[in-house]
């Protein structure tokens, strides 16, 4: 089975400067997605960034932006000039590519990592 | 686009009484839909799985008689916990997507407190 791993339950950041926040999964697969979730205050999941693991190139999304190491199975988050209104828990999740039998297209979530960005 | 909702955002019951949540794709047809479970600062818990026309397909420990799950139409799915108890309070969360390998867009949950 596929595990998320997420090892910061909280880090905290100064607004204007840049925090990277990990992941880590397992999986023996090879074709799959792997996501970034933001969930604010309200508990409205927003899809932050997306990558696809047969794409060698990182996924940026404006001040958003992965690393992905396949062969690692890394998968980290850095936001630069981080924000106010980026503080929230966020959440790493896999999907496998090809779903089927009892996959479904199932998300697989890590336990998320709180942020604070202080002003 | 890709806009799901869910109602209701909050609902009180009592002990032993059942409760129904709506979960709703407003502008896509929604082939597959997710049920989430989330406690306070815990990561989503996938509950079970459905798509339209079929029977749902539950998570290992879920019991099934207890969370009915109904997805009759392709932007409509429910979820009705039956026989509620206190220890059920929790913000249930639901998605949709087109299909399996597509793209899964969230509800804004529903927070069920159970007294």
């Known amino acids: 089975a596929q595990t998320v791993t997420q090892s910061q339950p909280e880090m905290s950041v100064q607004e204007a400067e840049t925090v990277t926040l990990s992941c880590t999964y397992d999986t023996s697969e090879s074709d799959y997605y792997l996501f970034w979730y933001k969930q604010p205050p309200s508990r409205q999941m927003i899809l932050v960034i997306r990558?696809?693991?047969?794409?060698?190139q990182n996924a940026t999304e404006n001040r958003f932006s992965v690393n992905f190491q396949k062969a690692a199975k890394s998968f980290s988050l850095k936001i630069s000039d981080s924000q106010l209104g980026d503080a929230a828990m966020y959440f790493c999740?896999?999907?496998?590519?090809?779903?089927?039998?009892?996959?479904?297209?199932?998300?697989?979530f890590g336990q998320g990592t709180i942020l604070t960005v202080h002003p | 686009g890709a806009v799901v909702s869910q109602h209701p955002s909050w609902v009180i019951c009592k002990s032993g009484t059942s409760v129904k949540i709506e979960c709703r794709s407003l502008?896509?047809?929604?082939?597959?839909m997710f049920w989430y479970r989330q406690f306070p600062k815990q990561s989503l818990m996938l509950m079970a799985t459905?798509?339209?026309?079929?029977?749902?397909?539950?998570e290992q420990g879920v019991e099934k008689d207890k969370f009915l799950i109904n997805h009759a139409s392709l932007t409509l799915s429910t979820l009705t916990v039956t026989s509620a108890h206190p220890e059920d309070s929790s913000f249930y969360i639901c998605s949709a997507s087109l299909g399996t390998t597509y793209e899964q867009y969230f509800g804004p949950g529903t927070r069920l407190t159970v007294t």
């Open positions: 999740a896999y999907k496998l590519a090809n779903a089927g039998g009892t996959s479904y297209g199932k998300l697989t």
């Open positions: 502008d896509f047809q929604a082939t597959t």
């Open positions: 990558q696809e693991a047969y794409k060698q």
């Open positions: 459905s798509n339209e026309g079929s029977k749902a397909t539950y």
